[in-house]
């Protein structure tokens, strides 16, 4: 464990996996409550549209993903209250869009290559001082955000109709969390990689509320379990040389198995 | 009953609302002044629920006005002074992780700032909501496990966590049994006497509520209103609205 705490891309890639668990997991909770979980998925699918543009045009692509996945969270936040169309075909539609996209952009432009499997899938080797820089510094601000409305937000995920009524900003707070949430999930694409983050963000809320506590507990149980699983995760990526975002999802997978299996009615 | 010469709660002028072609409510007008106990009735489908949202501003009007303590609703800031309990409050999600303080809590949040944490104060307000609602032994349980009747005195707590100075419910007793009616009519009637909460609520229990009510608002599209506790279940609209002579709906006052 501490050996490979020696090397320099293993230290940051530490430091932006448990950053990335502690986002994931505190705005996975709202998502899951609010029944976004789908929401999460497909701004991952999003954020390589902008990944693709990164690569191609040569920018910097975890700052197009983080641009790119806002914008896509507004449409479909837009879309979903402006149309009469189901949420979840908003979704779907979005999702194979964005995925649709990603892979033409990164055929004309000659980017399928090692460089686009590692934000696919996650890569600890990939995360450079820039991407922890990043990462600290838009994932600080975006969980202040999720902190300091945190009773809002939780109000609205039990009932938005109530919420307004007593006079909380439902319409902004959607958006901001759809924002933040967009912005979390562009960041978590160099560790978790973008087909499995809305994985970490789900997963460790659903686990969690198999132990049927209240609000802030559950929050806490999610917290852990992302926490643990980033570790355990990637420490079976550098010592198997397997993708990061893979062992981190198995592992939390595996947390949700048992608890539902210690939960069993 | 309230001076007339006070500002009503709530103001209604002429108050129409369309989908599209479909006249739900047709020049409703009415006003509810401060301590006043109403109920709504009416067939489904008549408009009650949207009059309700209406007044809530979750809906907008096609045309009409709405007054909320004298301001028109778009500029109308002060909703924690309104307690809303929502059709079906009590059918909750089971898995939603929330205590029953967690809940009541709720009710504070819009008096907080977004930089205040729980004040005294509000700690102190959750408490009385509780302790009104005879809830406090329930605090730490998950509202998921709870009866019908349980929550929906949790739902009530949270909307007098906000010391609301009207209480709006739409058809609270859904999901809920009868003992557990009963009491929660007793517990209306005491917030209405000896807090002077206004009570504005959406029943088909009419014969239960009758000795209590002062108003009775009949909605089917048109409004009507009955002034007179005493002649209420007599109102020929009562009738004519559920098909049904009116001393029938006063024995079914009597089987409950």
Known sequence: MFEML?????????????????????????????????MSETLAHSALVGVAIGLVAGYNPLWVAVVISILSAWLIEYLRSSFSIYSDAVLSIMLSGSLALAVIIVSLGGAFNNSLFS????????????DVYTIVGFGSISLAF?????????????????????????????????????????????????????????????????????????????????????????????????????????SVIAIFIISLLINKK | MSLKSEIPIFEVKQLSFRVREQLILENV??????GEYIAIIGPNGGGKTTLIRLLLNLEKQTSGEIKIFGKKLKDFKEWYKIGYVPQRATLVDETFPATVEDIVKMGRVARRGIFAGMSSEDKAKVHDAMQKMDILDLKDKMV??????????????????????????????????????????????KLNKEE???????????????D?????????????????????????????????????????????
């Open chain 1, 146 to 250: 999720l902190l300091l409305f945190s009773k809002e937000l939780y109000f609205i995920a039990y009932d938005e109709e109530v919420a307004k009524t007593s006079g909380i900003k439902v319409k902004f707070l959607n958006f901001l969390l759809v924002t933040v949430v967009a912005i979390i999930i562009a960041l978590s694409i160099r560790v978790v990689g973008s087909l499995l983050i809305g994985a970490l963000m789900v997963i460790p809320t659903v686990a969690a509320l198999q132990y049927r506590v209240g609000f802030r507990n559950t929050m806490f149980i999610a917290l852990f379990f992302a926490l643990f699983s980033v570790i355990f995760g990637m420490s079976l990526s550098y010592y198997f040389s397997l993708p990061s975002g893979a062992t981190i999802v198995l």
């Open chain 1, 119 to 130: 934000y696919l899938f996650g890569s600890i080797l990939s995360v450079s001082n820039a």
């Open chain 2, 212 to 256: 209590d009510i002062g108003r009775l608002f009949t909605i089917n599209r048109k409004a009507t209103i009955c002034n007179d506790p005493k002649k209420l279940l007599s109102c020929d609209e009562v009738s004519d609205l559920y098909g049904i002579p009116a001393h029938s709906l006063a024995n079914h006052k009597h089987e409950h």
């Open chain 2, 29 to 34: 007008s009415f006003e509810i002044f401060s």
């Open chain 1, 6 to 38: 020696s090397y320099d891309f293993m230290q940051r890639a530490f430091i932006a996996g448990l950053f990335i668990a502690t986002l994931a997991s505190i705005s996975g909770t709202f998502v899951v409550l609010k029944r976004y979980s789908l």
């Open chain 2, 196 to 210: 002077n909460i206004t009570i504005l609520f959406i029943t088909h229990d009419i014969g239960v509520i009758a």
């Open chain 2, 144 to 189: 998921g496990t709870l009866s019908g009747g349980q929550r929906q005195r949790v739902m009530i707590a949270r909307a007098l966590a906000s010391s609301p100075k009207i209480l709006i419910l739409d058809e609270p007793n859904t999901g809920v049994d009868m003992v557990s009616q009963q009491r929660f009519y007793g517990l209306l009637g």
